[in-house]
């Protein structure tokens, strides 16, 4: 199975709202990444955390990562319909340069 | 527009056709990546080059051949495909393969096999 697995799948909420995205891994990482790819289009990065840090911000966006637990999460606060998009978090793992591991993503839904 | 740029956009090819996909990056950056993303499937990593030299082939069909040129430029040719072929493929660049860096990716090639 793939090394990082986002929860949920899909995700409806009304703009303004906050979106919290969850991402699961299994085994050690040298960092984690978010990334988000509107219908059709090439993937942007987001924020990079590494393994020694807990927290990132940017702009409206804050990322957790518990290595303990092996989890992060994305949280974009104060949604507009423009975050319409599909969510993905990718992993680095230990020693292996700079090959991402991908998950299937989370389709996030902004209603106006 | 994220500097990585991928022509077609749009491509059909029938099974027995050849083709070919060009990546070009104009970040200045010595790594470039090919990826294929299918529906519902995580994105797969295809190949990856280094100052022009593959470090990764990850066991993807011989019909599938990836070219570099020159840290620039990516080409991936097709030939024979099959149908369970049909996906978006992406260019992504990068400053290096360490471990630390992020990857910018091309907007794709939306890729059918008839």
């Known amino acids: 199975s793939q090394q990082g697995e986002e929860d949920p799948q899909a995700l409806s909420i009304q703009e303004g709202e906050n979106a919290t995205m969850n991402c699961s891994y299994k085994t050690s990482i040298n960092n984690l990444q978010w990334y988000r790819q509107n219908s059709g289009r090439g993937l942007v990065h987001l924020i990079l955390i590494r393994s020694n840090e807990r927290e990132k911000h940017s702009g409206r966006l804050r990322v957790t990562l518990d290595t303990s637990k092996k989890s992060s999460s994305l949280l974009i606060t104060a949604s507009r319909a423009a975050d319409t998009a599909s969510y993905f978090c990718a992993t680095v793992l230990t020693g292996a340069n700079s090959k991402l591991t991908f998950g299937k993503g989370i389709t996030l839904s902004v209603r106006p | ?114």
Do not use: I
């Open chain 2, 1 to 114: 527009e994220t500097g990585v740029t991928q022509t077609p956009r749009h491509l059909v090819m029938g099974m027995t056709n050849k083709k070919s996909l060009k990546c070009e990056q104009h970040l200045g950056h010595n790594a470039m990546y090919w990826y294929k993303q299918s529906a519902k499937k995580p994105l797969e990593l295809m190949f990856v080059y280094n100052f022009k030299e593959q470090t990764e082939n990850n066991s993807v069909p011989s019909r599938f051949s990836p070219e570099c040129p020159n840290s620039s430029h990516l080409f991936l040719h097709l030939h024979t495909l099959q149908p369970e072929d049909s996906a978006l493929y992406l260019c992504a660049s990068s400053p290096g393969t360490g471990g630390f860096y992020e990857q910018y990716f091309g907007p794709g090639t939306r890729l059918t096999v008839t």
